[in-house]
């Protein structure tokens, strides 16, 4: 099947007779390359490994930086300062020009709980919408949806607030997205089962007072509304292919920013 048109081609054409695109390798070869690092990492969860990793890395900083300040149980739960001086998200110090807050604050966590939960759900969850939307749209979707997320936080809770869960919304909004777009049987199924995961989600932070469900609602309507705009890759390169591949690198460039200015935040304040 011509992925442009849709139309039935024999596999030894390398145009479509159709439509006239001319056709690259076979969607099963470009959608499952050989795993990276001798098999450490799949490349299915390429991605997804790599915010792991970053989320990791920041909390065992924070945890080193928090246990000679003074703080016994560092590595299982992180004091409020701690978390300020690394880029959590905090009304007052966004509103005085620390605007690099709304995206630090979602690659840091309170607790070694709260790490592991976030962690469990993007580790499957950051693959699928990478399996649907690509790795592009992916990345730009997290990036929205921790801002969104965390503008709406600063709007409604003007304390200290962190975790990767404003973007793990912003993924469940894109997959309720996918399901809205794709009028298929597939599409009401992926549609009800992650509206059922965006209510538990919201039920349970309404359970427990400290979770910022400000922050998931932000996520969660940023990642929709892109997911309704982005729709799904096509495996021809076009001019809209490339667009989301730029606005990936526009925002990963921003998110390296962000804690650039944090870094030098901080270090003007140690000095």
């Known amino acids: 099947m011509c992925p442009n048109c849709r139309a039935f081609i024999t596999i030894r054409d390398k145009v479509c ?57 560092a590595f299982f739960s992180l004091d409020g300062r701690t978390l300020f001086d ?68 600063m709007y409604f809770n003007p304390g200290i607030s962190v975790g990767a869960s404003a973007a793990l919304f912003g993924l469940i909004g894109a997959m309720i997205a996918l399901g809205v777009t794709e009028r298929t049987a597939l599409g009401a199924a992926i549609k009800a089962m992650y509206v059922r995961w965006a209510i538990y989600g919201l039920i349970f932070g309404l359970l427990l007072p400290m979770i910022d469900n400000a922050a998931h609602l932000g996520g969660l309507a940023g990642g929709f509304a892109l997911g309704y705009l982005a729709g799904t890759p096509r495996l021809v390169e076009d ?8 606005a990936s690198y526009v925002a990963i460039a921003v998110t390296a920013y962000a804690f650039l200015r944090m870094v030098l935040w901080f270090t003007s304040r140690a000095s």
């Open 17 to 73: 007779p159709y439509c006239g695109v001319k056709l690259g390798p076979r969607a099963i070869d470009r959608r499952s390359p050989r795993d990276l690092l001798g098999g450490l990492i799949p490349h299915a969860r390429f991605t997804t490994t790599i915010i792991l990793m970053i989320n990791f890395g920041l909390y065992l900083a924070m945890a080193v930086y928090s246990l000679r300040a003074g703080n016994e149980s």
């Open 86 to 153: 690394f880029g959590a998200k905090f009304r007052e110090a966004i509103l005085l020009g620390q605007w690099w807050r709304l995206i630090t604050a979602g690659f840091l966590h309170g607790g070694l709980f709260h790490i592991l939960m976030n962690s469990w759900v993007l580790f499957d969850l950051g693959t699928t919408v990478e399996h649907f939307y690509g790795t592009s749209r992916m990345l730009v979707i997290y990036f929205v949806s921790t801002v969104t997320g965390f503008t709406a936080s």
């Open 239 to 246: 001019w809209r292919e490339r667009l989301w591949r730029y």
